[in-house]
């Protein structure tokens, strides 16, 4: 009997399990197929681990051997430098971001000292990719009973290209998604009658980690705390609850602010902050900027179906269910419809870029908002299999077709020749000419990996006089693109006598990469 009873609950924990082993796989898979980082990532292990400042230190007219990187001593935790969160609290108070996403990676990267891997930042977005998976199933639950339902979009969220391209980017908004969505079920499940003693503390907690993790979760902070206030005040008329709420939100502001003071001055005195606050005084691009999220949202989770699935969505009713009330389920809608519209809205304003990193938080909310109430239609209008039957053909189809279009940009495989080249000229000395010492960042991959670098800035190239002549024969060169790189090769060339031959190896980043040499 007891045996039996084992053999049930192990089978239960094992189907249980099975999404989130799924989603682990997939997740490893994609991370395996990365084949270099964004300059942004790169910042993500720098301003994690660096003692020395935020930017990367290095010497112009120095070369420096493979050992001496100044790139690898960025993106490292050096031996005696292991768990310093104070110096990346220091680093993120002269950067423009909160301090707790590098904090983990820092953590992580701690116990490798002097080693550097995509591994460390993405063993923190697989952890909080899992978590979020989790989340979302919760507040997918509280939307609809059905298990089929819970099930197809388990699938859709796991094999969506929006999600994946989230993971896939070494930052901060796996996290950012995960503080979102955990934020939704807990207002959700308070909304349901949970009255745990542990419901206010985790709001508070969030609420804290999330301004910790990126500002513009903020903003879906104050926009569904807005909207749920107006739930207690108004359809509860429930004045105790409203002011614990109220309270509680205020005591993470409060929090927040004591625990990372500068986040103020990044908010309204920082160059990102008051480019937002410039951003919002002016209506130029607007619109497009609204197309060019929507196309994002339409191509990465929607595979390019988002107007047929959105407009059936409206066309069905979207607070309509067969299970409860029309005041019950508009009032849970609301709490996701409005702070997601919201922030869509303001980030759309606000977001220094177009790019779908600043939407990736609420991904799993728009995928919730378009696709549940289809799911339901199709499960009431149809019987039992058929329903299930039509449900997974349409995810399939939806999952299929986002992961064919989307552009994988942040695995950067396009640049593979490129450090195939660099990987087989590994015993050449390299010149690197910049502009801006943070644009030497962006190919760090690559420079890592030549016998020498020497850099030098483009405003004193007097300093090329003062490098010993290479007398290896060739010599690789990387030049900036917006100056002209040709020109800069064909003047190094003359200066060492290595002649007019030269080969374009590939571009990355802010610049081109040539081989200089009298041969091939």
Known sequence: MNFSIKETNLKKIFRQSVPYILFLIVMIVVLSLKANLHVDEVFTYGLSNHMGGTQVTIEDGRTYSPEENPLNDYMTVQIGQRLEFGNVWENQKNDVHPPLYYSLVHFV??????????????????????????????????????????????????????????????????????????????????MNGNK??????????????????????IVYTVAISVVYCLYLLFKRKNWKVFLKYAMTMSLAAGCALVVFPAMLDHLFSGYRGTQAISSLSTSTGYLQNLYTFLDLFNIQIFGGFMWIFGLAAISLGLFSSAEVKWESISWKWMVILIPAMAYFLLIAKVAPYQTDRYMFPIYPLIMILVLIPVLSFLENRFSGKNAMVISCCLGAVIAGFSLEKTTW??????????????????????????????????????????????????????????IPTKNAGELIVNAPNRLNPDVYVRDISEQYGLGNVEEKLGSYGYGSTYLVGKSK
């Not at 063993?123 to 939307?143: A, D, H, K, P, T």
């Not at 070494?170 to 934020?183: E, G, I, N, P, S």
């Not at 542990?198 to 609420?207: D, G, K, R, S």
């Open 109 to 190: 990267s701690s116990f490798f000292p002097n080693e550097f891997s995509i591994w460390f930042a993405g063993i923190v977005n697989i952890i909080f990719g899992e978590l979020s998976l989790f989340m979302f199933r919760r507040v997918c639950s509280q939307l609809s009973s059905s298990k089929k339902i819970l099930s197809v979009m388990t699938f859709m969220f796991i094999f969506s290209a929006g999600i994946l391209m989230n993971i896939s980017f070494l930052r901060m908004y796996v996290m950012a998604m995960f503080w979102v969505l955990q934020l939704t079920w807990l207002i959700l499940d308070h």
């Open 196 to 217: 745990s003693k542990w419901l206010y503390p985790a709001m508070f907690a969030t609420a804290v980690a999330g301004a910790l993790t990126h500002y513009y979760c």
């Open 409 to 466: 940009f942040y695995l950067f495989r396009d640049s593979l020749p490129l450090l195939a080249s660099a990987s087989n000229h590994k015993n050449l000395d390299a010149i690197y000419i910049y502009e801006e010492p943070w644009q030497v960042a962006s190919d760090a991959e690559e420079l890592m990996q030549y016998k020498t670098v020497t850099f030098v800035n483009a405003a004193d190239l007097e300093k090329l006089n003062q």
